[in-house]
């Protein structure tokens, strides 16, 4: 068990619509990231919150946002979906600083548009 | 931009057979750290080594040990005495830092079957 939990594990929704994808980090973790895996792109950093703020972005889309709370949990809201979008979402936390600050993965979100 | 190349698709290995999967990676930065994550069918990705630029001694963690050669730009994951709870894909990550703050860069992953 890494301890960064993601929830719901299955998600099944229509085009267009829009869903929440939920985050809680290890317990003492500022950071919080989020990456998608598909069959065609690989895994891909989406962004990153440190401490309720932006830090990074990736490849994200213009039609998902991300909030990190100030209890640290992070939300990835997916609108407009489209059947590109089904994928494995990732939320990962680690410490801060350098060294063997590796990120901790959660079990993911598996996401099909139909 | 740093990148992470494997350039092996699948691989197979019978049990108690030592594997190694490749990794080479591209940068110019002199500060870096290089990750193994294993990906069984369940989805999860589970951390197995990190070895960091400056490190002088190749990366261990009990039957899995980096080879890493700074000088190619390699950083091959060895996985000793194959278990076949070894089946799985398993990826190679680069930390990419930027002020401080880091993301993992991810090659294409590796399969690795592990045969009776």
Known sequence: DSGVTQTPKHLITATGQRVTLRCSPRSGDLSVYWYQQSLDQGLQFLIQYYNGEERAKGNILERFSAQQFPDLHSELNL??????DSALY??????????????????????TVV | AQKI????PGMFVQEKEAVTLDCTYDTSDQSYGLFWYKQPSSGEMIFLIYQGSYDEQNATEGRYSLNFQKARKSA????????LGDSAMYFCAMRETHTGFQKLVFGTGTRLLVSP
Request: aromatic share 8%; hydrophobic share 30%.
């Open chain 1, 79 to 84: 609108s407009s979906l489209e059947l590109g």
């Open chain 2, 76 to 83: 091959n994951l060895v996985i000793s005495a194959s278990q």
């Open chain 1, 90 to 111: 990732f939320c990962a936390s680690s410490g801060e600083g350098g060294g063997k600050t590796e990120a901790f993965f959660g079990q993911g979100t598996r996401l």
């Open chain 2, 5 to 8: 190349t494997q350039t092996q």
